[in-house]
């Protein structure tokens, strides 16, 4: 009976904790008597969206969960993405989201098994992605050699670069990655007489966002 009693004590401290592994198994009943949270402040960036509310005083609660959906969805149909499990937390950041998108969000505090009525739906879009490389040329400097040029990227967050190359209108492939922000051609020599090849170049980021392609160039060997 006791070791029965402990399990459920350590799954209803994880469940509390937010661990996302486990917050989906939590269903909730609805307590109008509860206070939900409001005036919630978002901070979008690209590929993120930070949240920030005031300190809950009711002593009942214990934590808030955090809904979303497409703007297009009704909030009937969002999913829960968090559970902040402690009444005096007062951040989240959702780390899901693609650049340039509208989401919308709903959130309600709980205790026991039982949450609020859900806050008005709060409609926060992200941030467009990094803008494209503005120039790049290929150049056909031996019988079976390309080179490509481009222009560096002009904002510092940058550090690599990505080419990519489709051969007679095929789908777009990776071929290379080029490091550093100034770093700003690329040797290919896996090229054949007769073939015509377009290549593009995608920045990136340190924390992996990608910007928009660059417009495409083309050469035929």
């Keep these: 009976m006791k070791k029965s009693i402990l399990i459920l004590w350590v799954l209803s401290l994880i469940i509390f904790n937010g661990c996302g592994a486990v917050k989906g198994l939590m269903t909730y009943g609805t307590d109008p008597s509860l206070n939900t949270v409001r005036q919630v402040h978002a901070l979008p960036k690209i590929n993120s969206i930070g949240f920030e509310w005031k300190k ?3 002593q009942r609660i214990h934590g808030v969960n955090i809904y979303r959906g497409d703007a297009s969805q009704d909030t009937k149909n969002f999913k829960r993405i968090g559970t902040v499990g402690n009444r005096y937390a007062t951040h989240f950041v959702d780390t899901h989201v693609k650049p340039d998108r509208t989401y919308r969000y709903t959130f309600s505090t709980f205790a026991f098994g039982k949450e609020s009525k859900r806050s008005a739906p709060l ?3 992200t941030l467009p992605s990094f803008s494209a490389v503005s120039f790049v ?3 056909k400097v031996a019988p079976s050699v390309v080179k490509l040029l481009w222009k560096p990227h002009a904002d510092p967050s940058i550090n ?3 080419v990519e190359r489709s051969v007679n209108g095929s789908e777009w492939k990776f071929v290379s990655q080029v490091e550093g922000q100034l770093m700003a051609e690329y040797i290919d020599t896996f090229v054949r007489n007769g073939d015509t090849y377009s290549y593009r170049i995608i920045a990136q ?3 992996k966002i990608r910007a928009y392609p660059s417009h495409v ?3 035929r060997i």
Excluded: F, G, L, W
């Design 56 to 58: 809950i005083e009711d």
């Design 123 to 125: 409609e926060v879009r």
């Design 137 to 139: 040329k290929a150049y």
């Design 160 to 162: 690599t670069y990505i």
């Design 205 to 207: 980021s340190y924390d």
């Design 217 to 219: 160039t083309k050469i």
